[in-house]
């Protein structure tokens, strides 16, 4: 009886508990993304957007891969399937603000540093 119990309470799990981890090339391409949103000071909008969002995480990758030959005209086709397969991920929202944060702390950092003299 316990163990079917067990199969019960997890029949209708959503992800399996494993936290949200972006590969190497996934990695390459949110922090271009993350910085280039972070230099044009759009940061706050992006994750309110973001936010706004989470319910659609698949559709949204549903509609970015349907678009993608659309969209490859401004983007790498390769870099629009690497994002689109990670917004697939469960928690990859949350991976995706965290290093929108980091981009604009970075960003932040870089501003305020003054410019040494020239020597």
Known sequence: MSSWKQSLRRA?????????????????????????????????PALAFLEMSRP?????????????????VLASPV???RFAEFLEKRGSMDVLCQ????????VHAARETPPTPPT
């Open 12 to 44: 209708f799990a959503l992800d399996d508990g494993t936290k949200c981890e972006p590969d190497p090339h996934e990695r390459e391409v949110l922090t271009r993304l993350a910085d280039e949103i972070a230099k044009r000071e759009l940061t706050g």
């Open 56 to 72: 659609l995480n698949g559709v949204s990758s549903a509609a970015l891969h349907f678009f993608t030959p659309i969209a490859s």
């Open 79 to 81: 870099a629009l399937k």
């Open 99 to 106: 290093m929108l944060e980091d981009a604009e702390q970075r």
